[in-house]
Structures are given as structure tokens and as C-alpha cells.
């Protein structure tokens, strides 16, 4: 499976994005996904967080609140929409995969979880 980001860019502090990770090559419609970030000299950690069926949602608490994880099934395509963005929001994120048979309802948390990546979008929230 390939998964595409995009919709990264160049926001003033308090502005919206909204970030698109099209699946290809399989279906994701059956498999919990997740957005995650990595900040320049910092690892790579988890965003938010949805099960297959889409009825479950995790956020780290840096964003509860600001962000809103989506999937639209039909279309194999996976959504970010940020709110209220901040300056420490400034990161590469990427969307990821995780083909582990689960419960419709588990959200995958863990970075080891995830089998697939995307390539990352870049995200720079600054005046």
C-alpha cells in the first residue's frame, strides 16, 4: 500500500490546515490509522489516532481541542483538519497503516504499531 500526504504549508499562528493521506494499492478502509509528527531534532510521535471503523478517536493532548481526525472509507482517504494552529505545531507530519488484525473499535497508539508510512508533509506555523 502507498500513502500520499498532502496539505502541508505555511500558516500564520491562530490559522487552519487540513491535511489528505490518499491510500493506494489496498484498501485502508479495514485498518486503524493515525497521523503522526516529527519536529527538526525531536522523534517522531503520535497525533491522533482512529480505528477501522472510524467510531474511535485518540489525541495527544497537545491538540485536543484543535485537531480532528477523519476517514472517509469509500474514498481510502484519511484527514487532518487543524485548528488554531501554534508555532510548536511546526513539523513534518506523516499519516500511517496498521494492518494488525484488531477490534473494530482499537486505536493503534504506539509508533511500532503502524506497518505502513507515509512520506511526510510539511507543516510551519509561524508569522
Do not use: H
Request: charged share 20%.
Amino acid at each position: 500500500v502507498q500513502l500520499q500526504a498532502s496539505g502541508g504549508g505555511l500558516v500564520q499562528p491562530g490559522g487552519s490546515l487540513r491535511l489528505s493521506c490518499a491510500a493506494s494499492g489496498r484498501t485502508v478502509s479495514s485498518v486503524g490509522m493515525g497521523w503522526f509528527r516529527q519536529a527538526p531534532g525531536k522523534e517522531r510521535e503520535i497525533v491522533a489516532g482512529i480505528s477501522k471503523s472510524g467510531g474511535r478517536t485518540y489525541y495527544d493532548d497537545s491538540v485536543k481541542g484543535r485537531f480532528i481526525i477523519s476517514r472517509d472509507n469509500a474514498k481510502n482517504t484519511l484527514y487532518l483538519q487543524m485548528y488554531s494552529l501554534k508555532p510548536e505545531d511546526t513539523a513534518v507530519y506523516y499519516c500511517a497503516a496498521d494492518f494488525t488484525p484488531a477490534r473494530s473499535d482499537y486505536v493503534p497508539g504506539r509508533r511500532i504499531e503502524y506497518d505502513y508510512w507515509g512520506q511526510g508533509t510539511l507543516v510551519t506555523v509561524s508569522s
